[in-house]
């Protein structure tokens, strides 16, 4: 990394691992580097305390690191983590006050997954998962049934409603084949580039 190009710091883009979400822009200097690649927490150069700051510290809302991306000119660093909590100080999941439903699905797949680990007794999602793959796909099968049905008439809401039926099931279906989103979308991906 070019610590030189800025006086001694990098700028530092955090970004939700899960739901690729920007959660917040820090700097690090290159002890604050070395120290986030050695603890797997993201720790900064806190320009007003005049010293290291590990995000969490005082919270326990810790960002644990999965990926890290410098630029094209190696003088800033993408951040990919795993949150513990909420990353603003105001209790906001992102300093941007940018909270939205866009990239929820990733979310929602890691609450079902969540849902199968623990074997949640009382959870819908490990019920289904549990009673094999022949039930969560029959499940898929009839929320698409109803989703046509839903799409011959002229209320959107219950269409929309049945896509998300359709979708989370699907996840429980995705969760027994041992297959992810990401795998989806990076065949999407794939076929498009072929197109080209």
């Given at each position: 990394m070019?610590?030189?190009?800025h006086?001694?710091l990098?700028?530092?883009?955090?970004?939700?691992?899960?739901?690729?979400?920007?959660?917040?822009?820090?700097?690090?200097?290159?002890?604050?580097?070395?120290r986030?690649?050695?603890e797997?927490?993201?720790?900064?150069?806190?320009?007003s305390?005049?010293?290291l700051?590990?995000k969490?510290?005082t919270s326990?809302?810790?960002?644990?690191?999965?990926e890290?991306h410098p630029?094209?000119?190696?003088d800033?660093?993408l951040?990919?983590?795993?949150?513990?909590?909420?990353?603003c100080h105001?209790?906001n999941?992102?300093?941007f006050?940018?909270d939205s439903?866009r990239?929820?699905l990733y979310?929602l797949?890691?609450?079902v997954?969540d849902?199968?680990?623990e074997d949640?007794?009382?959870?819908?999602?490990n019920?289904?998962?549990r009673?094999g793959i022949?039930?969560a796909?029959q499940?898929v099968?009839e929320?698409a049934?109803e989703l046509i049905i839903?799409a011959?008439?002229?209320?959107?809401?219950?269409f929309?409603?049945?896509a998300?039926?359709?979708?989370?099931?699907l996840?429980?279906?995705f969760?027994?084949?041992?297959?992810?989103?990401?795998?989806v979308?990076?065949?999407?991906a794939?076929?498009?580039?072929?197109?080209?």
């Amino acid at each position: 990394m070019d610590f030189e190009k800025h006086m001694g710091l990098i700028p530092v883009v955090i970004q939700d691992n899960t739901t690729l979400q920007v959660l917040m822009v820090g700097f690090m200097n290159e002890e604050a580097l070395a120290r986030t690649l050695n603890e797997g927490k993201v720790t900064f150069f806190s320009r007003s305390k005049k010293r290291l700051w590990t995000k969490g510290e005082t919270s326990g809302n810790f960002l644990y690191v999965k990926e890290m991306h410098p630029d094209c000119d190696s003088d800033s660093l993408l951040i990919r983590v795993d949150p513990a909590g909420p990353v603003c100080h105001t209790g906001n999941t992102s300093c941007f006050s940018n909270d939205s439903s866009r990239g929820f699905l990733y979310r929602l797949e890691k609450i079902v997954g969540d849902r199968i680990d623990e074997d949640a007794k009382d959870s819908y999602t490990n019920r289904i998962f549990r009673e094999g793959i022949n039930k969560a796909a029959q499940k898929v099968g009839e929320e698409a049934v109803e989703l046509i049905i839903e799409a011959k008439d002229n209320n959107n809401e219950l269409f929309i409603n049945e896509a998300a039926d359709l979708l989370y099931h699907l996840l429980i279906l995705f969760r027994a084949k041992g297959i992810s989103v990401r795998d989806v979308e990076d065949c999407l991906a794939s076929r498009h580039s072929a197109s080209r």
